[in-house]
């Protein structure tokens, strides 16, 4: 993963969208977090494992964050305030890995 300053978190490219989410970073959060890793899909079956984590460094450290892996290799980060876009902080796309994550979610009422 890229090493990005927090002054680069004003970089164009974030937060870029707006996703109409049927469920909050919150419960998801915390469901990955009780649940564990959990392999999932976007609806265009790309294939990842998503888990919950606390940052431990860097512009957001000590924030709750979502973890996407692709293939065994960090691909994304979702944080709280990323929530709801379609791009991360760092400008990764993020729109269909948070679909899933609701959808994965809602199947756990």
């Known amino acids: 993963m890229v090493n990005v300053s927090s002054s ?3 970089d164009k490219r974030c937060h870029q969208g707006q996703k ?3 469920g909050g970073f919150d419960r998801v959060w915390e469901l990955l977090d009780t649940s ?4 999932l899909e976007t ?3 790309h294939r990842f ?3 919950a984590a606390m940052t431990t460094r860097g512009a957001h450290q000590g924030e709750r964050v ?3 892996e692709k293939d065994g290799v960090e691909f994304a980060r979702i944080y709280e305030c990323c929530w709801r876009h379609t791009t991360n902080c760092y400008g990764t796309r993020i729109g269909g ?3 899933a994550l609701v959808r994965w979610a809602a199947g756990h009422s």
């Open 8 to 10: 680069d978190k004003s």
């Open 20 to 22: 109409n989410l049927r």
């Open 36 to 39: 564990g890793q959990q392999p």
């Open 43 to 45: 609806q265009l079956r």
């Open 49 to 51: 494992t998503a888990f």
């Open 66 to 68: 979502i973890r996407i």
């Open 97 to 99: 890995y948070s679909d």
